[in-house]
């Protein structure tokens, strides 16, 4: 059986910068607070004009330089996306119009900050089961337009950011790495502790007025829940993909979890017991860009050198569902 092999990968993010000083001018919040809770410092925000969709194409390209492949050489795409262009259709379709390609198969994936991971999963079983050989996995968030920017929604609004990553994957043998084990799970008990509650087809019509004046377009979150459960989950779900590939945590070359947090990052490290160059962070510089985060942080890995052939790659995310789960990867 062939595994899946990573060809190439790239990000994208938009040139605006958004410091916590600027925010501290738009809300009642301050760069210290920002930065002792979060740890960011700096976030990306698109300028209007600027879509989820060119960030991923930009996010891609790079990916596909990588890999020295054209776009027409993929056979399909799956894009992961919470925030699309449009309610419908998905953003992969408007990404397959960019590249050019005429009629291969785009899929997106809603899971949140999980979006990536649950992603690659379904693009992974694709390749092994021999059905398309080399596919684009792009994870993209514009989050800067769903956010409430004013002290009422100062919680959400300091972490959130906009960015995109991208992996062209295809088929290789067992013996030069690729990917190992997924865990994924939900539960959705916990739905609404981190969601946007309209436009929603339930609602007649699915977005009005009266719900924009309850601030219902937002993104909401129980900060304290999705903390209290992402420091439990991810540690949990690394330990479990790690036991699906007969490997322990000490022999994790990087860890590459969802940037939803500094302080849920440092709490699973601390529980796992990793040494700080077994882990990788940049929330500093890029804020939560869901799905994005994590292909992000692995394109900067993989051009940093702080990934290398042949190197046990995890990958860990939790978020909005509650939507979790983890990847292993032999690089
Ligand atoms: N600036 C200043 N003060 C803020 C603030 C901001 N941006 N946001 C909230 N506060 C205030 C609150 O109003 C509260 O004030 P009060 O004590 O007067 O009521 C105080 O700070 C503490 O709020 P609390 O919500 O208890 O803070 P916290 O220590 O739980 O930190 C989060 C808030 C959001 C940083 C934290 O809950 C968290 O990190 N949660 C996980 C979020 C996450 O990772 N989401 C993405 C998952 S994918």
């Known amino acids: 059986m062939q595994r899946t092999r990573f060809l190439g990968t790239g990000f994208a993010v938009p040139d605006r910068v958004v410091t916590n000083d600027e925010l501290s001018r738009l809300m009642d919040t301050t760069d210290e607070w920002i930065r002792t809770r979060t740890g960011i410092r700096e976030r990306r925000w698109v300028v209007e004009g600027e879509t989820g969709t060119e960030l991923g194409e930009r996010a891609t390209r790079r990916a596909l330089d990588m890999a020295g492949m054209e776009a027409g050489e993929l056979d399909a795409i799956v894009y992961a996306t919470s925030s699309p262009d ?65 002290s009422a929604g100062r919680h959400v609004a300091v972490i959130f950011a906009d960015g995109a990553g991208a ?77 699906a590939t007969g490997h322990a945590v000490e022999n994790i070359s990087l860890l590459l979890a969802h ?26 510089f890029y804020g939560n860009t ?25 990958m860990t995310a939790f978020g909005s569902g509650f939507m979790w789960g983890s990847a292993a990867v032999r690089w």
């Open 259 to 284: 940037q939803a947090n500094l302080r849920i990052s440092e709490v699973m490290q601390k529980d796992l017991g990793l040494r700080d160059d077994q882990v990788y962070n940049n929330i500093m």
């Open 290 to 314: 869901t799905a994005a985060t994590i292909p992000i942080a692995l394109d900067e890995c993989v051009r940093n050198g702080r990934l290398k052939r042949g190197d046990l790659l995890v």
């Open 86 to 150: 449009h309610f419908a259709p998905g953003n992969g379709v408007y990404l397959q119009r960019l590249l050019g390609i005429p009629t291969i198969p785009a899929l997106d994936i809603r899971a949140q900050c999980s979006g990536f991971i649950y992603a690659l999963s379904v693009a992974d079983a694709w390749i092994r089961s021999g059905q398309y050989r080399r596919i684009l996995v792009v994870g993209s968030e514009i989050q800067s337009t769903g956010l409430e920017v004013s």
């Open 167 to 243: 992996v062209v994957l295809g088929p290789g043998e067992p013996d030069h790495g690729g990917i190992l084990a997924f865990d994924l799970h939900s539960e959705g008990a916990h739905a609404e502790k981190l969601w946007v509650d309209s436009p929603g087809s339930m609602y007649h019509p699915r977005v009005s007025p009266k719900h924009m004046e309850t601030g219902r377009q937002y993104l909401e979150m129980d900060g304290r829940e999705v903390f209290r459960h992402a420091v439990v989950r991810m540690p949990e779900s690394v330990r479990s993909v790690l036991a």
